[in-house]
């Protein structure tokens, strides 16, 4: 089992940045995945951004490509998401997750298997 634990959300103005991180603990080894996410009240889950184990690959939604940054230190069980001039539409609680399975799209939810239970992310206009 893996635990993972969202801190670093709050409000911020438009056009400002907030840094996110996750903590994991447990059977960390199983984290090749890792991955962000976020909804909205009324919407469905969606993807933020996913990096691999080792960090060389990352791929993001279009709606933040440019603005945020992804990265994850396994040393520190860690990851981050790293969010510049955000918008409004950034506003959403903000999931970190992860899996073991190297294979299948980093975009569906359904393909992670730990989960954390969020930070509120508020980007005020």
């Known amino acids: 089992q893996v635990q993972l634990v969202e801190s670093g959300g709050g409000l911020v103005q438009a056009g400002g940045s907030l840094g996110l991180s996750c903590l994991a603990s447990g059977r960390t080894a199983s984290t090749n995945i890792m991955a962000w996410f976020r909804q909205a009240p009324g919407q469905e889950r969606e993807f933020v951004a996913g990096?691999?184990?080792?960090?060389?690959?990352?791929e993001y939604a279009d709606s933040v490509k440019g603005r945020f940054g992804i990265s994850r230190d396994n040393a520190k069980n860690a990851m981050y998401l790293r969010m510049n001039r955000m918008k409004p539409e950034d506003t959403a609680v903000y999931y970190c997750?992860?899996?073991?399975?190297?294979?299948?799209?980093?975009?569906?939810?359904?393909?992670?298997?730990?989960w954390g239970r969020g930070t509120q992310v508020t980007v005020s206009s």
């Open positions: 997750a992860a899996r073991t399975r190297r294979e299948g799209t980093w975009s569906t939810p359904n393909n992670y298997d730990y």
């Open positions: 990096i691999s184990w080792t960090g060389m690959y990352t």
